[in-house]
């Protein structure tokens, strides 16, 4: 495709992103769907075209005021500066001209919304909680992508032999820094023709929401509940830790999300997994399990802020009130799966937040409202899994608290409890 048609067909879904009347990620989707003719690697510049302007969107929007022409085209081309070799035969003198000017401004210098690119209420609060420092440490991480994370499943094979074969492949992998069954790769290969993919011994999961599966403890031959588990990255790790034995049941109401975890399952080779969408929390079938249960994890509905490397377009689609209102919704979740534990049994709650209004707070609650339950250690949990530096990923408090600029995961929370006898 002519580098001027590219840059054009880029504006147009960046008008569409812009718009964040959807999530990012589904946007893209259809918009490819629309546009079969673009080849894997134009899909890739487009694609990665939007989330950069998701992540810069008033730095970017400001800097365009000084050029011409629409603003969609001159967002594009701020992303694209410095790609010669696409600017070279797209672009006018003028826009050249344009760009080498924009270059020369020290960013330093603007005011500080500019250089954070986030909503005031979300700055502040992350300011409040990391200092100015962390603040802007978390800030730089952000302006980039995440890497990508396998999970090396047990019941297939081992860490060591998938690294290595992966290396075979052309594609350099090392051991995540915590968990046991985490392996990372820079850049983003190809990796669903590969036989290890198809094959079902790896899956793509950060390792962050690894460490939330491994938080619960699951064994062989117990009855183990994935209370929200989406398209099921946790449960299939679940299974996993139970060597595909005992009872594992992933609950959900989107029965769309659910579907998307049967191709996942299939190639897992793990049958201990029962599905089934549920209408709420407190649905029949969750209530005839009341008591039955050995460990339960809730990845709660949340504000996803924890993945803004990943999903950039939630900061400007986020708001105080969504949390609020998602508070009233993970209280209720969480009260409806502490009444599955058996005595003894774990809960976890987690979330892929940064907000202590969704995690610390409702944490906290909980604790206080059920003498019946005792907060555990994440730490002490987390070494008995074979977490690698475990003292690095626990709160003084004992919950797990995961940054992307610290720990290089996803923003993740999570506290455990166990139930008395």
Known sequence: MHPNALIDLTAQLVHEVLKLDAPADSI????????????MRERGALAETAYAVLRQRLLWAHLAQSGHGPMERRLVLLAWAGQEHILKNGITVDEAGWLKRVATIDRTTLQDKLRHNMPDW????????????????????????????LRVNAIKSKRETVIEQLKEAGIEALPTPFSPTGIRIEGKP????????????????????????????????EMVVDFCAGAGGKTLALGAMMRNTGRLYAFDVSGHRLENLKPRLARSGLSNVYSAQIAHENDDRIKRLRGKIDRVLVDAPCSGLGTLRRNPDLKWRQSPKAIEELQAKQTAILESASRLLKPGGRLVYATCSLMPAENEVIADAFTAAHPDFVQLDAREKLE??????AEALVTP???????????????????AWEKKD
């Open 384 to 389: 008995q899994a074979g977490v690698t530096n």
């Open 122 to 149: 979300l700055s502040n609060k992350l300011r409040e909680q990391l200092g100015t420092e962390g603040f802007w440490a978390l800030v730089e991480t952000l302006s980039g992508g995440a890497p990508l994370d």
């Open 190 to 221: 190809a990796l669903q023709k590969l036989p290890l993919y198809t094959g079902g011994h790896v899956e793509v999961q950060d390792e962050g929401s690894q460490l939330l599966s491994l938080l619960t403890g699951a064994k062989r031959g």
């Open 397 to 415: 408090a004992g919950h797990l608290r995961l940054w992307p600029h610290l720990h290089a995961t996803d923003g993740f929370y999570a506290v």
């Open 28 to 39: 893209v989707s259809y918009f490819f769907r629309k546009h079969k003719e673009l080849g």
